[in-house]
């Protein structure tokens, strides 16, 4: 079945640090992947995604490439603010074309000190 | 902009008490979803609906019923509450699943003792 890899944390970095979380994933064919975010007391909310290999997904200075090759899906900022704080989901495509929802991964804690 | 909207917020249960969480959706959406979010778990499909009439099973879907009688709402059902449902549900609409865009309530903290 599928199944998304990503680490835990939690992350803990100083502001305007370098992020990357990687994302790693076992599916049948190539689904399109995501990265979902969720803040203190919020649901998850759409990041950014990416629907075939090679593409990049960016949003609000985050960013991650499909490879197919590597099956990642990594998330990188090149600075990030206390405002990013959050957990950070990386989920790929059922293959039911998506009508049987997301599978994610387990969630990686984010933490940045000002 | 209601968006999706759970109710209730947070419940604690006893053992072998039912209950019943409610989702509401005011964007149209044909899909629905519940899911489970549990300490070092990540999130877990319970149960989905394709639209007004159906649902079907996901990843973790016993001890839990579902009913999808108006599309703008998606009832998850408990009928006899384990501490091992203790846990904070998240139910989640979307209009064409081909985009991947879930759209997520709050969540509802379940407590069973």
């Known amino acids: 079945g599928n199944s998304v890899t990503q680490m835990e944390g939690p992350v803990t970095l100083s502001e305007e640090a370098f992020l990357t979380i990687n994302c790693t994933y076992t599916a049948t064919g190539y689904p399109s992947l995501f990265w979902y975010v969720q803040y203190p007391g919020e649901g998850l909310q759409l990041l950014l995604k990416a629907t075939k290999a090679d593409d990049k997904g960016s949003n609000k200075g985050f960013e991650a490439t499909y490879r197919k090759e590597t099956t990642s899906f990594h998330l990188e900022k090149g600075s990030v603010q206390v405002s990013d704080s959050a957990v950070y989901f990386c989920a790929l495509e059922n293959s039911g074309g998506g009508a049987d929802g997301l599978t994610f991964g387990k969630g990686t804690h984010l933490i940045i000190q000002p | 902009n209601a968006g999706v909207t759970q109710t209730p917020k947070f419940r604690v249960l006893k053992t072998g008490q039912s209950m019943t969480l409610l989702c509401a959706q005011d964007?149209?959406?044909?899909?629905m979803y519940w899911y489970r979010q549990d300490p070092g778990m990540g999130l877990r499909l319970i149960h989905y609906s394709v639209g007004e009439g159906t649902t079907a099973k996901g990843e973790v879907p016993d001890g839990y019923n579902v009913s999808r009688l108006k599309k703008q709402n998606f009832l998850l059902g408990l009928e006899s509450a384990a501490p091992s449902q203790t846990s904070v549900y998240f139910c989640?609409?979307?209009?064409?699943?081909?985009?991947?865009?879930?759209?997520f309530g709050e969540g509802s903290r379940l407590t069973v003792l």
């Open positions: 964007m149209n959406h044909e899909y």
């Open positions: 989640a609409s979307s209009q064409s699943p081909s985009t991947g865009e879930l759209f």
